[in-house]
């Protein structure tokens, strides 16, 4: 039996000619954005790293916030506007989004907190 | 483009059944959460490698003193390369959300045209990484071990030596306390040195601790392993829409889908690059 409550979503999503050229014109326009911020982040890692400023000081602190920063701004690009989850329903957004953030945070705040405690533990008994 | 989800449908019709709350089809979906699953792999990778980096902060190498040489080219090039895989993946991520445009307007040519360029732009990649693995596995001129277990490094005023002959020949050797010895006396250490690790395996590593090699591998390999993989389901889908078959279904949802993979192949190069090779 043919079902008629079943709603085939691909079938619409199709634009025309017009509207390609707006999604084509995004689409450079990101792939720019992308571009010039891996130049930069390549450009900075080149001149300054950890032995040149040192790694407890606050330019090399503030530079290394700033890649994390840009990452951020990249990734968020790709997933927003290549894999058009900016587009979706704000609903599909949450479900996708939400569950991972919460929890790579916790994540990465109890993985360095612990690394932080043994190499303290290490440096107090090797010196 | 989901065009299904940009219209306006008031809360009662969308929650109260016959209608998908979401509005993307089943396939689109389950590879979203298929994607979240494998991020999280990829995150556990990544915060095992940043534990391991806080754990050994003080003897971690600078990524800009292992990776600094370019294929064909003599000289010292830090992290030139990797930006040039970094960008090669980025731009065959923009001709795959070109070809998914492509098929929303129903033009097959395009679709092709954009494809077959994402799947050579994925080989590249490949290629590029298989390079940098066996420039990483060669190493350059490595350390000593000496005769009481010490570290003993070469030093050759800024020169490359490819022959280990030369190396012996003409480098001077400092001792791990700074103490630089020349000549005859080098030729002794070198001679009753236990062994000379040069490049980086499962068991030795002249860049730093054996970590560092390790995550090396397990990371950019994982990562490669699932751009192989990618680059495969491209390949097929190319085939399937040169011989035709989506004619008859009246849209490209299969681009999307393998779009959706390779994006996120191109995502968690971003993440690897900032934190194993900035950072």
């Known amino acids: 039996m043919e079902r008629d409550d079943i709603i085939e979503y691909s079938l619409n999503t199709h634009h025309n000619e ?24 390549v450009a900075v890692g ?18 290394k916030l700033a890649y994390i920063f840009l990452t951020l701004v990249k990734a968020g690009y790709i997933v927003m506007s290549f894999m058009h989850l900016g587009d979706e329903r704000k609903n599909v957004r949450y479900t996708i989004l939400a569950p991972y953030i919460l929890f790579v945070c916790y994540l990465i705040f109890i993985a360095l907190q612990e690394s932080e405690y043994i190499n303290a533990m290490l440096r107090t008994y090797t010196e | 483009m989901a ?27 389950m590879m979203w959460f298929f994607l979240v699953s494998d991020a999280l792999t990829f995150g556990g990778l ?31 090039f830090p992290l030139i390369y990797v930006a040039l895989m970094t960008f090669i993946l980025i731009v065959s991520s923009v001709t795959m959300v070109l070809a998914v445009e492509a098929g929303h307007r129903l033009d097959k040519k395009g679709i092709i045209k954009w494809l077959a360029a994402t799947v050579f732009g994925g080989f590249f990649f490949l290629g590029s990484q298989a390079w940098e693995w ?8 490595g350390y000593l071990v000496t005769e009481s277990g010490q570290k003993a490094f070469f030093e050759t005023d800024g020169h490359e030596y490819h022959e280990n002959a030369e190396l012996y020949e003409k480098a001077a050797i400092r001792f791990e306390d700074g103490k630089v010895v020349k000549g005859a006396e080098a030729k002794e250490v070198i001679e009753n040195s236990l062994k000379h690790v040069q490049g980086a395996n499962l068991h030795e590593n002249e860049y730093g601790p054996q970590l560092y090699a390790n995550f090396f591998f397990f990371i950019t390999g994982f990562h490669g392993f699932h751009v192989f993989s990618g680059v495969i389901i491209n390949l097929l889908i190319l085939i399937q829409v040169i011989r035709g078959v989506y004619d008859s279904r009246g849209h490209y949802e299969m681009v999307e889908k393998a779009g959706l993979y390779w994006h996120f192949v191109d995502l968690v190069w971003v993440f690897v690059f900032t934190f194993f090779y900035l950072l």
């Open chain 2, 46 to 76: 990544l915060v095992a490698y940043g534990y391991q980096r806080h754990k050994f902060t003080g003897e971690w190498p600078l990524a800009e003193d292992v990776f600094h040489s370019l294929p064909f080219v003599e000289g010292h």
């Open chain 1, 18 to 41: 017009e509207q390609g050229k707006a999604i084509r014109s995004k689409i450079w326009k990101v792939t720019a954005i992308l571009t010039i911020i891996t130049i930069a982040e």
């Open chain 2, 134 to 141: 066996s420039h990483f596995i060669h190493g350059s001129h």
């Open chain 1, 46 to 63: 080149i001149y300054f790293n950890r032995r040149v400023l040192g790694a407890e000081s606050g330019a090399w602190v503030s530079i």
């Open chain 2, 3 to 29: 065009a299904e989800a940009a219209k306006v449908i008031d809360k009662e019709t969308l929650w109260g059944g016959k209608v998908s709350p979401f509005s993307i089809s089943y396939g689109k979906l």
